[in-house]
């Protein structure tokens, strides 16, 4: 089971992502967390504190590793490289285990746009296709909204592609926004997930307006979700409710993919 958890900034999909990788993992699997977001706080989501990652850094940042894995040199620029460096080995060598979930830090690519070929693209790349294509394990990818990480050699495997939204229109256009991304990258499998709700009128009329996206289920705003934010903490541990939400998003998800297959 290969999924992707996806949203604007600020929506709470790490919140997701993590309370998915912890569950998910109590359930006896075993769960690769990927932060592959700009914003990594995919740690705190999963109840890793700052302490405990303190020495860990995102892997496009380890410009050494690049360099021997790819064979590049590091600060340089229009020199050859590896398109297929070694990266079978890296899961285990560079996360760090909580709690049964093993987190992987990607990092982002600064230098050259979105559309960059360089040595800590390629490693990235090479690496998520890795997860994807070659390892057994459930893979939940906490990712940005512009889909940065997924490229049209990846983007097959991922089994689902979860859109977290909160209520209003804003974030409802975003769903759309995302739903065409992820299409064009030939994703088949889209689902919104609703955060932050205070109402059951507010949920009707927001899954009212998705234009048929398949919905999950929705996270009730709570300040037991809100304190664990503000302190780092991990919700999963902080509030049995948020537990038994993303249970439900769970289950409503495999009964998707079953009727799917």
């Not at 285990?97 to 746009?113: F, I, Q």
């Not at 955060?195 to 048929?212: C, F």
């Amino acid at each position: 089971m290969k999924i992707a958890v996806t949203g604007k900034g600020g929506v709470g999909k790490t919140t997701l992502a993590g309370g998915l990788a912890r569950l998910l993992a109590d359930e006896g699997m075993n769960v690769i967390a990927v932060d592959a977001d700009p914003d990594a706080n995919l740690a705190s989501s999963l109840g890793i504190s700052a302490e405990e990652m303190a020495d860990v850094a995102p892997i496009a940042d380890m410009k050494e590793l690049v360099a021997e894995r790819t064979g590049s040199k590091p600060g340089t620029f229009g020199t050859y490289f590896k398109m297929n460096p070694k990266v079978d080995d890296l899961p285990e060598a560079l996360s760090k285990v909580h709690d049964g979930v093993r987190l992987l830090v990607m990092g982002t690519v600064k230098e050259g746009g979105g559309g960059c070929v360089c040595p800590e693209s390629v490693m990235l790349k090479a690496l998520l296709q890795h997860l994807l294509f070659a390892r057994d394990d459930v893979v939940i990818l906490d990712m940005e909204a512009g889909l940065e990480h997924l490229g049209r050699g990846t983007a097959g495997a991922v089994d689902a592609m979860i859109v977290v939204i909160e209520p209003g229109m804003r974030s409802v256009q975003t769903a759309n926004t995302i739903r065409k991304l992820a299409s064009d990258l030939k994703v088949q499998r889209i689902y919104v997930v609703l955060n932050k709700v205070q109402s059951p009128e507010e949920e009707a009329i927001v899954k009212d307006k998705l234009d048929g996206l398949p919905y999950l289920g929705s996270i009730t705003y709570n300040h037991n979700i809100r304190r664990s934010d503000l302190e780092g903490t991990s919700p999963y541990d902080a509030d049995p409710a948020f537990v038994d939400e993303v249970r439900a998003i769970k289950e409503a998800l495999f009964q998707e993919l079953e009727r799917d297959s």
